[in-house]
């Protein structure tokens, strides 16, 4: 069935958790098994109905075609107290100002030239992971270090060797795993220190190719001038926390899956062993189409980002769903991966759906991991490109086999994350 075929009006099955936490993902999950498409959940705290829209074509109304006419949706305000009014929660022209300053860091040869840092870090991980001696180890917590490492190295460059002198005051990001009031007000006693190394900067004249710089150096195309402190500010926490989380969740999941599946595990390590030294030292995604595929299929499953709301500013139509002003839409990655239409068997782990062979046979708006239209993911190269260099990198060099008896569930809060810890047996197979 086509979401044009849907009735004029979604009906109300449920109540929910405005907060959208806890169990809020599991209970979509089923009443999109019973409702399908479109449905309307009612938020007590709120004193309203949320419409839960799951069909590509909803996903290309609301993200692409129309997505001027839909903000900001229910719960940005929680995120906005840990990242203020960056990239992720600003909405209208000042979103717009800053996405076209952003977006050079972003650019491909930006992101080229942070790829030795992110496979050196790599390999240090690889190298302590192999020398475990098929010990136990907290996978989960070795990937939030790397990850944190990684976007730090690319947002501050040759300074992130100094900030970390004494202790590294980001730690917290691996450190805490919950996001609630006391870890905001936490975090953003950190704006300080960032204070003193944008002011060192200017005072330096420092010319650097980082991320940091190159907001520093950003200019609004109308006006001409720079970021405010604030601005710069809270952009910089915007992307350490969103570029840290989601990659380090992503690879967690990726690695879960991979150790679950051997015969995934032999494709990826027989395609990484045949690439030559200089082909892993720098990976193109055309010589490691089979990773790809593995990393493709778990965003899939386990897109970080689970769940995007928007807000109407106008009353619409969606594929014959009214929608009023005012009215709060959410679109679940989650879901819409899931959708039986355009992923048959969804729950199989299968990367063979992202083979060339398999491109053309699904709507582009069935898949969304970071993400469609305009306010996708910026993050979006730079975390392809580590997750890339990372998962060539480590299965070079060991192979990961789950430690019995764990049951690892998801966590859908900010991000959709493994819970408890994922420990692994991690033995040596190459140098890395």
Aim: hydrophobic fraction near 45%.
């Amino acid at each position: 069935m086509t979401a044009h075929a849907l009735a004029a009006q979604a009906p109300r099955v449920a109540d929910i958790d405005a907060t959208l936490g806890g169990g809020t993902l599991a209970q979509l999950a089923q009443l999109f098994s019973r409702h399908g498409d479109a449905f309307r959940v009612h938020a007590p705290l709120l004193g309203k109905d949320l419409f839960v829209l799951s069909h590509p074509d909803h996903v290309r109304h609301v993200l692409v075609d129309n997505q001027a006419n839909f903000g900001k949706g229910i719960g940005i305000e929680r995120v906005a107290i840990l990242l203020g009014n960056g990239l992720m929660t600003s909405d209208g022209a000042l979103w717009r100002a800053q996405r076209k300053a952003i977006q050079p860091a972003f650019h491909r040869n930006a992101v080229c030239a942070h790829v030795d840092d992110i496979v050196a870090a790599n390999r240090r991980l690889a190298r302590r992971l192999a020398s475990t001696g098929n010990a136990p180890v907290d996978l989960t917590r070795e990937l939030s270090e790397v990850t944190l490492e990684i976007v730090m190295r690319a947002v501050f460059g040759a300074s992130y060797d100094r900030l970390i002198a004494d202790a590294n005051p980001f730690a917290m990001l691996s450190a805490e795993s919950e996001r609630d009031l006391r870890f905001a007000y936490a975090f953003r006693q950190l704006g300080g220190l960032l204070q003193q190394e944008i002011e060192r900067r200017r005072a330096e004249l420092v010319a650097s190719a980082d991320i940091l710089q190159t907001l520093i150096d950003a200019r609004d195309r109308h006006s001409g001038e720079p970021m405010t402190d604030r601005q710069l500010r809270d952009e910089v926490f915007t992307l350490i926390v969103a570029g840290h989380e989601t990659t380090a969740s992503a690879l967690a999941w990726t690695w879960f899956l991979i150790a679950a599946h051997p015969d995934v595990a032999d494709r990826l390590c027989a395609e990484v062993d045949a690439a030559e030294d200089a082909e892993r030292a720098r990976p193109e995604p055309r010589r490691f189409a089979y990773t790809q595929q593995v990393i493709a299929e778990t965003l899939r499953l386990y897109p970080p980002g689970w769940l995007l709301t928007r807000r109407a500013r106008d009353a619409t139509t969606i594929a014959g769903v009214e929608i009023a002003q005012g009215d709060d839409v959410l679109i679940s990655p989650y879901l819409v991966h899931r959708h039986p239409q355009f992923w048959p068997d969804a729950e199989r782990f299968d990367p063979d759906r992202f083979a060339p062979a398999n491109a053309d046979v699904r709507s582009r708006f069935c898949y969304l991991p970071f993400g469609i239209g305009a306010r996708a993911c910026i993050g979006e190269p730079l975390a392809r490109a580590e997750m890339l260099a990372h998962v060539v990198t480590l299965a070079h060099a060991c192979r990961m086999t789950l430690v019995p008896g764990q049951r690892i569930e998801m966590e859908a809060k900010v991000n959709l994350r493994p819970h408890p810890a994922i420990h692994v047996h991690a033995t040596a197979r190459l140098p890395s």
